[in-house]
């Protein structure tokens, strides 16, 4: 780590007046964060302010930078009992959320929503046809996949529920009890959405209407066992630099990473997918027993991915760079480990320039800001952290839930 990327960070914080972050707890809270940097290039991450809200069990931060609206997923309830919620809340200039019944929503949803992604549809060929925008959500105990309409009000109902059932024998009995969807992400062209299901060791395919109605595909079937939790793309958008696109999948119960060829059809009916390789993202095979691979990202041409509870940096536990063979893939190939600040990091998520990545680690129950060399990929030097509520232990469904970056504001 040189000193050039961790001036181009602070370079970063500075030129925004403020650098916000959120963070969601599972014991029912959300956190504001401020990450500062003062006039002898020390930085700071401090927590701004605490929220109650997005019910009992606060899972999953999303964005929408362009309305300077946060929402955030509730994983209450299990497919026998209860259910879960969605919340939204305006963000005013200064980063604070909003609590008020007009700047904010919540309703009820299926149960056990792990994680969301929001996606348009719309016209592309008439701009006088605004687009119109949709939030899916993961519903990991609740076997479902659901969307709603955004804006969120009171009223919202959910356009779309499509709930899954095992069709075959699984190799997993004690996790694969149900179909579990793990996470919801967009493809490279914004048209399909993905969702890794950990129960039934399928990749589901979603094409997205020009009215935002989801149609399901032919889910790809992956190697049995591997229990597909997080994916991600590379390229992460539609380049004229590449003719190929590649699907990374961490898998949560073989501890492997998988990669696929993704090919488009010229009727853009449904994308399919094909095995390249299986790989460890780890210096050791396998990996130390109770460490589990969680959440994956692919700014650039690097491929992050953290790694819960194997103590590579005790008593912190590690996130994993690997980078493409060739530099453009689509095989990768493990680099190093760095810290992760923290114990089980479960989430993670890069600064919009690419310089920082905020760490979520869910039992110590911390975010750590570490820089990030935008050119060699390589990240280190830790530039804040900060605890926020309570410590959780590991394997239990306590402690941080994810981090997101907010807008950067005045
Ligand atoms: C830099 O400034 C901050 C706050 O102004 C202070 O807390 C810190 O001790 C200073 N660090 C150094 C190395 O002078
Ligand atoms: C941020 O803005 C909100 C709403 O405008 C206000 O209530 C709150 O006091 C502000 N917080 C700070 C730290 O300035
Ligand atoms: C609440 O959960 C049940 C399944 O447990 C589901 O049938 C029902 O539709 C859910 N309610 C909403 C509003 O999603
Ligand atoms: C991608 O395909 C186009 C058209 O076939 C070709 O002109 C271009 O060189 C290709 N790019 C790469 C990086 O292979
Ligand atoms: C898959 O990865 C392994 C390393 O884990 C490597 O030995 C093998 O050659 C790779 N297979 C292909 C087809 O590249
Ligand atoms: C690997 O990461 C460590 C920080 O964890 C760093 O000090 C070291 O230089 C890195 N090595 C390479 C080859 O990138
Ligand atoms: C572990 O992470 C904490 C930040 O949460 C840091 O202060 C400490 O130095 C780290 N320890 C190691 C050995 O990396």
């Known amino acids: 780590m040189n000193i050039k990327s961790v001036l181009f960070a602070i370079h970063t914080i500075t030129s925004a007046a403020a650098t916000t972050l959120y963070a969601s707890h599972y014991d029912g809270h959300i956190f504001t964060l401020s990450l500062s940097a003062s006039q002898n290039g020390s930085t700071s991450l401090t927590l701004a302010s605490t929220l109650q809200a997005c019910g009992e069990m606060p899972s999953w931060l999303m964005l929408d930078a362009a309305e300077h609206v946060l929402y955030c997923v509730d994983e209450s309830g299990t ?25 904010s929503s919540k309703v009820t949803t299926m149960p056990g929503g792990v ?4 996606y348009q549809a719309g016209d592309n060929n008439n701009n006088n046809k605004k687009k119109k925008k949709f939030l899916a959500i993961a519903h990991y105990a609740g076997a479902a996949l659901s969307t709603f309409q955004l804006p969120l009000t ?42 890794p299901d950990l129960g039934a060791d399928l990749i589901r395919v979603f094409t997205i209407a020009s009215d935002g109605i989801l149609q399901e595909c032919d889910p790809f079937k992956v190697t049995a066992g591997n229990g597909p939790r997080h994916g991600a793309f590379y390229p992460a958008s539609v380049s004229n630099d590449h003719n190929t696109t590649t699907l990374y999948i961490v898998n949560e119960l073989s501890n492997t990473l998988s990669t ?28 130390p027993s109770n460490a589990y691979v969680s959440e994956i990202r692919i700014p650039d041409n690097d491929i992050y991915i953290s790694i819960r509870s194997d103590q590579g940096f005790a008593p912190n536990d ?38 920082m990545v905020a760490i979520g680690n869910q039992a110590s129950s911390n975010v750590a800001v570490v820089a990030r060399d ?20 590991p394997g239990q469904s306590n402690g941080l839930s994810s981090v997101i970056w907010g807008n950067d504001h005045d």
């Open 318 to 355: 590690s996130l994993a760079t690997l980078e493409l063979v060739d530099g453009t893939g689509p095989l990768a190939a493990f680099k190093n480990l760095s810290s992760s600040y923290g114990t089980v990091p479960r989430t993670f998520a890069l600064s919009p320039d690419g310089s």
């Open 374 to 393: 935008v050119e060699t990929g390589q990240l280190g030097e830790l530039l804040g952290s900060v605890q926020v509520g309570s410590e959780g232990q």
């Open 79 to 103: 497919k026998s009992y209860g259910n879960g919620s969605l919340s939204s809340f305006a963000i005013s200039s200064n980063g604070s959320l909003a609590e008020s019944s007009s700047s």
């Open 115 to 118: 994680a969301s992604v929001i």
């Open 154 to 195: 009171p009223d919202s109902q959910p356009n779309q529920v499509f709930t899954f059932t095992l069709t075959e024998p699984v190799a997993d009995p004690s996790r694969q009890d149900t179909s579990h969807p793990h996470e919801v992400f967009l493809d490279p062209t914004g048209k399909y959405i993905l969702s």
């Open 260 to 287: 696929y060829a993704v090919e488009y059809t010229d009727d853009d009916s449904c994308l399919s997918l094909s095995t390249l390789n299986e790989t460890t993202p780890y210096p050791t095979t396998p990996l």
